[in-house]
Structures are given as C-alpha cells and as structure tokens.
Nanobody, 115 residues
Framework: QVQLVESGGGLVQPGGSLRLSCAAS????????MGWYRQAPGKQRELVAI???????NSAGSVKGRFTISRDMAKNTVYLQMNSLKPEDTAVYYC?????????WGQGTQVTVSS
C-alpha cells in the first residue's frame, strides 16, 4: 500500500502562485510514476503533470510554462509549483502514484483562483 497526503491548496488571486506538496509513505519502493491530476466541478479528472522514477517530466498543454512538477527523493515528496494561475485552474488537485500497475490516490486539495 502507498499513502499519499496532499497539502498546499487554497485561495489565490489570478496571476498568483501556489505550491502543492504530495508526501508518499508506505510501500514506496518501485513507484514508477507520480503525478498531479485535477478535477473541476462538472468535468472529468484530467492529467496536469507527471514525473517518472527516472526524473522525466511531462505536463498538459494548458499548464506548460506555468506549472512545474518536481520531487525531493529524500523526503519522498512530489511538488507542483503553479505560477500565473488563472480562474480556469480552479479544481480539486489530486496526487497519484503508480506502482507495479496499481494506482494510488491522495484525498485531494482544493485550489481556487478568484479575485
């Protein structure tokens, strides 16, 4: 089992920044990929950004140049730095870990971008 705990969400004005954290614990060995997803009201959950065990990253076109995924292996934590936030970035953000073909999800953290 892998446990994921997200933090760092909140209310921010358009153009502002937030950094989300996802701390992994439990059986974290052999985690292949970790990533951030988001789900806005009435919409499907969508990929935001991922990082592989080898450190490769990829992100959705809508956030490229604004969001950056990174990790601190010593802390077993993945981050999502979000800059130049827009109202359309408002959603619940979820952390996901993929380990040996099994997906694990965090509980989600709310990000609201509004003036």
């Amino acid at each position: 089992q892998v446990q994921l705990v997200e933090s760092g969400g909140g209310l921010v004005q358009p153009g502002g920044s937030l950094r989300l954290s996802c701390a992994a614990s439990g059986n974290i060995f052999s985690i292949n990929v970790m990533g951030w997803y988001r789900q806005a009201p009435g919409k499907q959950r969508e990929l935001v950004a991922i990082i592989t065990s080898g450190g490769q990253t990829n992100s959705a076109g809508s956030v490229k140049g604004r969001f950056t995924i990174s990790r601190d292996m010593a802390k077993n934590t993945v981050y999502l730095q979000m800059n130049s936030l827009k109202p359309e970035d408002t959603a619940v953000y979820y952390c996901k870990a993929l380990r040996v073909g099994v997906s694990y999800w965090g509980q989600g953290t709310q990000v609201t971008v509004s003036s």
